[in-house]
């Protein structure tokens, strides 16, 4: 079956740790998307990558990072710069220029 | 600049009856637009979109949304809502180079 995968479900982040979210996808899609949820606010992008090698910052970088070294691969580092991590981490895939973005089953992140 | 706004930030229906959830967007050319819904701890499942076309647009559960270009308006409908459809419904645009912008969600309730 084609489709997004997140893991792990839950993920816990001590205080000055740096935790790193994995995202990975089948579907031979180009561009990748990492949004953060919280409650009452929609979703906000973070970071996303059109093609391999590159990636571009959202609205929210500030205290993240990403890398994008495979096709199939998008893992976001939460870094110790992020006062305040906890949240619920999406990651979407698309075909270039469709603009139909498809979604993973999401991490929630909590702080120790 | 482009935004969604979905006015009503929680909607109860009674069972069987029917479903109308409202989306404004602003946006200065032809928009791509997409209803999603999320279900609590798991991530967006796509609904429907619009692109071009026909303006009323047919999606999976038996949705449907309406295009309306003079009030910037594309609205969600069901007739008859079932218990399983109680979930945050996430109305988007499309914000050119491969981003899409989120309101900030409506929860449904389905009163038995």
């Known amino acids: 079956d084609g489709g997004i995968t997140q893991s792990p479900k839950y993920l816990f982040r001590k205080e000055g740790q740096n935790v790193t979210l994995s995202c990975e996808q089948n579907l031979n899609h180009d561009a990748m998307y990492w949004y953060r949820q919280d409650p009452g606010q929609g979703l906000r992008l973070i970071y996303y990558s059109q093609i391999v090698n590159d990636f571009q910052k959202g609205d929210i970088a500030e205290g993240y990072s990403v890398s994008r070294e495979k096709k199939e691969s998008f893992p976001l580092t939460v870094t110790s710069a992020q006062k305040n991590p906890t949240a619920f981490y999406l990651c979407a895939s698309s075909t270039r220029d469709s603009e139909t973005q498809y979604f993973g089953p999401g991490t929630r992140l909590l702080v120790l | 600049a482009q935004s969604v706004t979905q006015p009503d930030i929680h909607i109860t229906v009674s069972e069987g009856a029917s479903l109308e959830l409202r989306c404004n967007y602003s946006?200065?050319?032809?928009?791509?637009l997409f209803w999603y819904v999320q279900s609590p701890g798991q991530g967006l499942q796509l609904l429907l979109k619009?692109?071009?076309?026909?303006?009323l647009v047919q999606g999976i559960k038996g949705f449907e949304a309406e295009f309306k270009r003079s009030q910037s308006s594309f609205n969600l409908r069901k007739p008859s809502v079932h218990w399983s459809d109680a979930a945050e419904y996430f109305c988007?645009?499309?914000?050119?180079?491969?981003?899409?912008?989120f309101g900030k969600g409506t929860r449904l309730h389905i009163l038995p």
């Open positions: 988007a645009v499309g914000a050119g180079d491969d981003k899409i912008i």
């Open positions: 619009y692109f071009s076309g026909d303006t």
């Open positions: 946006y200065g050319a032809t928009p791509y």
